[in-house]
């Protein structure tokens, strides 16, 4: 299984999750090691860039996803 290219540096994981360690396993294993087609962050990561991702943007979001994508484009 493939790993998800911004895993080493996703600063979700480096800031937001860095107190819940065990959501933040739940969500690498589904999304980071797997899944991360349909990660939210991963969704803007691919059409408009790094710097498009909010910080506080969790990967099961993709309604929010969806909307800030579909405001830039
Ligand atoms: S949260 Fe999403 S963008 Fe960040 S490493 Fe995991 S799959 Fe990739």
Redesign the pocket.
């Given at each position: 299984m493939s790993e998800?290219e911004?895993?080493e540096g996703?600063p979700?994981f480096n800031d937001k999750m860095a107190n819940m360690p065990g959501t933040a396993e739940m969500?690498?294993k589904k999304?980071?090691k797997g899944d991360?087609d349909n990660?939210a962050?991963?969704m803007i990561?691919e059409k408009l860039g790094k710097p498009a991702v909010p910080g506080d943007l969790f990967?099961n979001n993709q309604d929010r996803a969806k909307r800030i994508i579909s405001a830039a484009t």
């Amino acid at each position: 299984m493939s790993e998800c290219e911004c895993l080493e540096g996703c600063p979700f994981f480096n800031d937001k999750m860095a107190n819940m360690p065990g959501t933040a396993e739940m969500y690498k294993k589904k999304y980071c090691k797997g899944d991360f087609d349909n990660c939210a962050r991963h969704m803007i990561f691919e059409k408009l860039g790094k710097p498009a991702v909010p910080g506080d943007l969790f990967p099961n979001n993709q309604d929010r996803a969806k909307r800030i994508i579909s405001a830039a484009t």
